[in-house]
């Protein structure tokens, strides 16, 4: 990401890549209740294309700005470091975005594809995906929370 500005956009201490991230995520987060309410009004081909163009994204942030991220600033201070707010938000984030990004990939397998066995597909669609959508919001409030962790208290 070396062709990017060092310094962020948004005032805080953050870089560029950060402060992008925050507010792709953000974006995303946005996309995902809009395509929720495009299942709502049974516009299901909508609905599905709008999921999985945010799921792929995300799995795009995730290799270009928060696993490079995690693995320079957080990973080398684990375990000790969990007592620390900046180690726990990041570590407690990233636990749960790789929870939510892989019950969408399975979600997006099973709705989209034949791959897996029928013993491995759920029958109960609305409560998977409401459960995926409750996830993913927990994920993106816990990413903000890192974000202010991180950008916002050091500096306050």
Same mark, same amino acid.
């Not at 201490?13 to 299942?39: H, K, P």
């Not at 990973?75 to 749960?96: C, D, M, Q, V």
């Not at 597909?121 to 816990?142: P, Q």
């Given at each position: 990401?070396?062709?990017?500005?060092?310094? !962020?956009?948004? !005032?805080? !201490?953050?870089?560029?890549?950060?402060?992008?991230?925050?507010?792709?995520?953000?974006?995303?987060?946005?996309?995902?209740?809009?395509?929720?309410?495009?299942?709502?009004?049974?516009?299901?081909?909508? =609905?599905?294309?709008?999921?999985?163009?945010?799921?792929?994204?995300?799995?795009?942030?995730?290799?270009?700005?928060?696993?490079?991220?995690?693995?320079?600033?957080?990973?080398? &201070?684990?375990?000790? !470091?969990? =007592?620390? *707010?900046?180690?726990?938000?990041?570590?407690?984030?990233?636990?749960?975005?790789?929870?939510?990004?892989?019950?969408?990939?399975?979600?997006?397998?099973?709705?989209?594809? =034949?791959?897996?066995?029928?013993?491995?597909?759920?029958?109960?669609?609305?409560?998977?995906?409401?459960?995926?959508?409750?996830?993913?919001?927990?994920?993106?409030?816990?990413?903000?929370?890192?974000?202010? &962790? *991180?950008?916002? &208290?050091?500096?306050?």
């Amino acid at each position: 990401m070396a062709f990017f500005p060092i310094k !962020g956009f948004l !005032g805080t !201490g953050a870089t560029f890549e950060a402060d992008l991230n925050l507010v792709v995520q953000v974006v995303m987060g946005v996309a995902l209740i809009a395509g929720s309410l495009l299942a709502k009004r049974k516009r299901y081909a909508a =609905h599905g294309v709008c999921q999985t163009t945010v799921l792929l994204s995300n799995l795009g942030m995730i290799g270009l700005v928060m696993w490079p991220s995690f693995q320079q600033q957080v990973r080398p &201070a684990l375990p000790e !470091g969990l =007592h620390k *707010w900046y180690f726990a938000a990041a570590t407690i984030h990233a636990l749960l975005g790789v929870m939510a990004e892989l019950l969408g990939l399975y979600i997006v397998i099973v709705a989209g594809t =034949h791959v897996l066995p029928q013993f491995l597909r759920f029958k109960n669609w609305k409560r998977w995906m409401r459960a995926e959508l409750v996830l993913w919001s927990i994920v993106v409030l816990t990413g903000m929370g890192t974000y202010y &962790a *991180w950008y916002i &208290a050091p500096f306050g």
